[in-house]
């Protein structure tokens, strides 16, 4: 039990055991004895840096650990692991609430020195995307990629938000071969989920504005003069 905290020290110890507690914040773990680099070994506790850890060893994360990392605007937690990285357990990614990710964006979760074996039994990752979590062997890196924007139910119109104007989609859509009951009770479980569209795609450029308000100078002096 307990935590064990790094902020932005270095931890040296032959093995580090991790059995029902937390090792967060960032800094560096040397695991080893002299030159003979040891193992940090987490057996059913929680592993949660908070930036960048690095560990001068192997890392191995078993079936009752759990690693969870965040990503954030400008870069995401990481675990640098100078050797072997065995990573089995559970993985939970987590958005920052004022993140969104774009579609093909990668973020390097580990990475590695000989060797990386990815056997997350369980990946909890950030809701509205289809995620590809991979090993590349060019960069010796563990990688998440946001491969797509997931479907919201009720999103009808698929512009990445549930409001309204889907309900208007499903209206037009209602019918045999067409949009269901079901899919109305989808809407409105899911109104206001997702994203919505930024504001900037529906304000006018300065320069539209103006051309929109000389038109109507234009037409108001045509209809006096007729």
């Known amino acids: 039990g ?23 914040g ?4 040397f695991a080893g004895t002299g030159p003979i680099e040891g193992v940090v070994r987490n057996l059913d506790g929680l592993i949660a840096p908070d930036g960048l850890l690095t560990i001068t060893g192997d890392l191995s994360n078993l079936e009752d650990g759990t690693i969870q990392l965040d990503l954030f605007a ?10 072997n990285a065995f990573l089995g357990g559970t993985l939970e990614v987590s958005l920052d609430p004022n993140f969104s990710p774009v579609v093909g964006q990668q973020f390097t979760l580990f990475s590695f020195g000989d060797f990386a074996s990815l056997d997350f039994a369980n990946t909890l990752l ?13 960069t010796d890196s563990v990688i998440l990629e946001a491969v797509s924007t997931a479907a919201i ?5 698929g512009n990445g938000f549930v409001d309204h104007q889907d309900l ?12 269901s009951g079901l899919d109305f009770l989808l809407w409105q479980q899911n109104l206001g989920a997702g994203t919505p569209p930024t504001l900037a795609s529906a304000v ?11 038109a109507v100078v234009v037409l108001r002096g045509r209809m006096r003069r007729d």
């Open 26 to 29: 960032n800094g560096e773990i």
């Open 126 to 138: 950030p809701a509205g995307f289809n995620w590809n979590l991979f090993v590349d062997g060019g």
């Open 2 to 24: 307990g935590e064990l905290r790094l902020a932005g020290g270095k931890l040296d110890s032959q093995v580090v055991n991790i059995a029902g507690g937390v090792l967060s």
């Open 168 to 179: 208007a989609t499903w209206e037009a859509g209602y019918g045999p071969g067409g949009y």
């Open 204 to 214: 006018p450029e300065p320069s539209t504005v103006l051309m929109l308000l000389s």
């Open 74 to 83: 400008g870069g995401n937690d990481r675990i640098d692991v100078s050797r």
């Open 153 to 157: 139910p009720g999103d009808f119109d």
